[in-house]
């Protein structure tokens, strides 16, 4: 099993709509979470650290299930703009400090 | 200037040639990094420097050799390349490395590089 899977996509959305993505990590240690934007041929940004506790940011919201060992993001009222490949990235813990990332998810949000 | 900036944005060099990428960072962090991302894998980390000593190097070949001559700086030094090591080179920063849960990179832009 891969450390940090994503499933590639792309998901293709209508502007509008609400889409979910899912990162599934190995390592029961790990210790942080973050989700990334990536634009093409851009650099990634950060988009969100993931709590235990879940949290949210105006239309995004980051969840963490440990007990299954993964992290979700939420989208509501997707917009073009959100179109963008969003990376899962988790630093391992247990003595490991690399932020691991995840191949991304790809979304294009149409009209 | 703030954030973290990449020199060259695209360098295209033969397998013979000898290159450096450049990299600086405005936002007095501790730690650098150097990534490759290569078309439809995940990033992978080269090498981590924290307070100037590299405490990473992840198995890469000897043909990239980092150097951190400060905390604001950090080179990727490139010789007798293999066209395999066409990818995006992103520098990346964060505040500290292994010092608590909230370590954020910050991104430079990266350098597309091809080798011929």
């Known amino acids: 099993r891969k450390e940090v899977e994503q499933d590639p996509g792309p998901f293709n959305v209508p502007e509008g709509a609400t889409v979910a993505f899912n990162c599934t990590y190995s390592?029961?240690?790990?210790?942080?979470f973050f989700w990334y934007r990536q634009d093409c041929r851009k650099e990634p940004k950060l988009l969100m650290s993931?709590?235990?506790s879940g949290n949210e940011d105006g239309r995004f919201t980051a969840q963490l299930n440990r007990a299954s060992q993964y992290i979700s993001l939420l989208i509501r009222d997707s917009k073009l703009s959100d179109s963008a490949t969003y990376l899962c990235?988790?630093?391992?813990?247990?003595?490991?400090?690399?932020?691991?990332f995840g191949r991304g998810t790809s979304l294009i949000v149409h009209p | 200037e703030t954030g973290v900036t990449q020199t060259p944005r695209h360098l295209v060099m033969g397998m013979t040639n000898k290159k450096s990428l450049k990299c600086e960072q405005h936002?007095?962090?501790?730690?650098m990094y150097w990534y490759k991302q290569s078309a439809k894998k995940p990033l992978e980390l080269m090498f981590v420097?924290?307070?100037?000593?590299?405490?990473e190097n992840n198995s890469v070949p000897s043909r990239f050799s980092p150097e951190c001559p400060n905390s604001s700086h950090l080179f990727l030094h490139l010789h007798t390349l293999q066209p395999e090591d066409s990818a995006l080179y992103l520098c990346?920063?964060?505040?500290?490395f292994g010092q608590g849960e909230d370590e954020k990179l910050f991104f430079g832009s990266g350098t597309q590089l091809s080798v011929l």
């Open positions: 990346a920063s964060s505040q500290d």
């Open positions: 390592n029961s240690a790990s210790q942080s």
């Open positions: 993931v709590y235990s």
């Open positions: 990235v988790v630093r391992p813990g247990g003595g490991s400090y690399i932020p691991t």
């Open positions: 936002l007095g962090h501790n730690a």
């Open positions: 420097y924290s307070l100037e000593e590299r405490v």
